[in-house]
């Protein structure tokens, strides 16, 4: 099993910067894919980013693409969601996941472990 806390959200201006952290403890961190998902007020969670156990491969939604990188550290047991160019529409809870397929997935059925969340709010 393994444990997941988000770090980083906050509010910032349309155009600005955050970089979100997914701290995970427990079962070794390298088994796993690790993605970032978010849900807006009202709607349903849409994948974001996922990133492979080795941090070779990774997938971003189309909405994303261009404007926010994921990686991750496997000595500090850490995942990061670098997100630039904000625009409003990106205002969500963004939550990470750990997935134990060799596979990246962009679904997240496929995910066995979710954090908390971390609440982003772009302002206009």
């Known amino acids: 099993q393994v444990q997941l806390v988000e770090s980083g959200g906050g509010l910032v201006q349309a155009g600005g910067s955050l970089r979100l952290s997914c701290a995970a403890s427990?079962?070794?961190?390298?088994?796993?894919?690790m993605g970032w998902f978010r849900q807006a007020p009202g709607k349903e969670r849409e994948f974001v980013a996922a990133?492979?156990?080795?941090?070779?491969?990774?997938k971003y939604a189309d909405s994303v693409k261009g404007r926010f990188t994921i990686s991750r550290d496997i000595a500090k047991n850490t995942v990061y969601l670098q997100m630039n160019s904000l625009k409003p529409e990106d205002t969500a809870d963004y939550y990470c996941?750990?997935?134990?397929?060799?596979?990246?997935?962009?679904?997240?059925?496929?995910?066995?472990?979710w954090g908390q969340g971390a609440q982003v709010t772009v302002s206009s």
């Open positions: 996941a750990a997935d134990s397929a060799r596979v990246v997935h962009v679904t997240e059925k496929f995910y066995d472990y």
């Open positions: 990133i492979s156990r080795g941090g070779g491969s990774t």
């Open positions: 427990g079962r070794t961190f390298s088994v796993y894919a």
